[in-house]
């Protein structure tokens, strides 16, 4: 007959071992570490509420209302099918081109 071989873990006679999971704290921070570790996650924390406070740069692209504001003060015809891109060409080969006056 065979012998029904056994892991240690479930051998006759032995329990099984329960392995205990590491807690998850409420708050996010692991309260046993350093005391300058949990000063730098709560600066990294406030350094990343200001950041998302900030305004936009003026550098950034200019929005689809922005857009057709300033095509319709250049009387440039468009619908909703011209995309961001064509429209911004439109209004800048307007500006660009010298007037009749």
């Not at 704290?25 to 692991?30: L, S």
């Amino acid at each position: 007959m065979q012998d029904n071989i056994l892991s240690p873990k479930f051998r006759k006679g032995k329990k099984p071992v329960k392995v205990r999971k590491p807690s998850k704290p409420i708050d996010g921070i692991n309260h046993r570490l350093l005391a300058e570790q949990a000063a730098a996650a709560a600066q990294a924390q406030e350094v990343e509420t200001e950041a998302t406070t900030t305004e936009p740069e003026d550098d950034a692209a200019p929005t689809r209302e922005e857009l057709e504001a300033k095509a319709t003060e250049l009387n440039i015809r468009f619908d909703g099918r011209t995309k961001d891109k064509k429209l911004g060409q439109l209004i800048q080969d307007r500006l660009s081109a010298p007037t009749g006056e």
